[in-house]
């Protein structure tokens, strides 16, 4: 019988293989947040300019006054709607914000959450983005994602499955661009 030397050593190989695997920890999976999406309509406001309007503006949003800086208030006739979430609000949430630039159409469409989730102390907004078609005007279009307030050392938005910004709320960086609303 001819020596097969790959299929002794793949013999050898094999329960330590095995023994190596099941005594690695197992990886962890990020784990879903829970999440509210907040109706744009529900809030008399506009998002502060940003530069470049071409890039998306991102922001872990997580007192009242962070908000109020990129939130303004817009004058409205009719029903009033409030400026910001009730100051109780901001104890127990976050607001994870996108913004773009586009061209006007329905904002409800545009946005779409694909997932919110958490793992290794970094959170992660997964969402696709469909602009709508050419207009006449453009306006500021907003997705704001209500999440359980806990620190994260890292927030990430994805944006039809590609990474757009990374923030560092623990640091200060708690918006991308830099140089939008201060």
Not at 34 to 51: C, E, G, I, K, Q
Not at 65 to 93: I, S, Y
Request: proline residues 13%.
């Amino acid at each position: 019988m001819p020596h097969r030397p790959c299929s002794r050593i793949r013999t050898l190989l094999r329960p330590a293989i095995l023994l190596v695997l099941a005594l690695l920890p197992a990886c962890a999976a990020p784990a879903g947040v829970a999440f509210t999406r907040l109706d744009p309509a529900s809030y008399a406001v506009f998002v502060a300019n940003w530069v470049p309007t071409e890039a998306p503006l991102c922001a872990v949003i997580n007192d009242p006054d962070n908000w109020a800086r990129l939130m303004h208030p817009a004058a409205a006739m009719g029903p009033h709607a409030p400026f910001a979430p009730a100051p109780e609000f901001w104890r127990d949430h976050a607001v994870l914000l996108a913004a773009r630039v586009v061209p006007a159409g329905q904002i409800s469409k545009m946005f779409q959450i694909v997932s919110v989730t958490a793992s290794g102390g970094a959170m992660a907004l997964d969402y696709r983005f469909q602009p709508p078609p050419a207009a006449s005007y453009r306006i500021k279009a907003w997705l704001g994602v209500a999440v359980p307030r806990k620190p994260a050392s890292r927030v990430v938005f994805r944006e039809n499955g590609l990474p757009i910004c990374t923030l560092d709320p623990a640091r200060g960086r708690w918006k991308s661009p830099r140089d939008s609303a201060s």
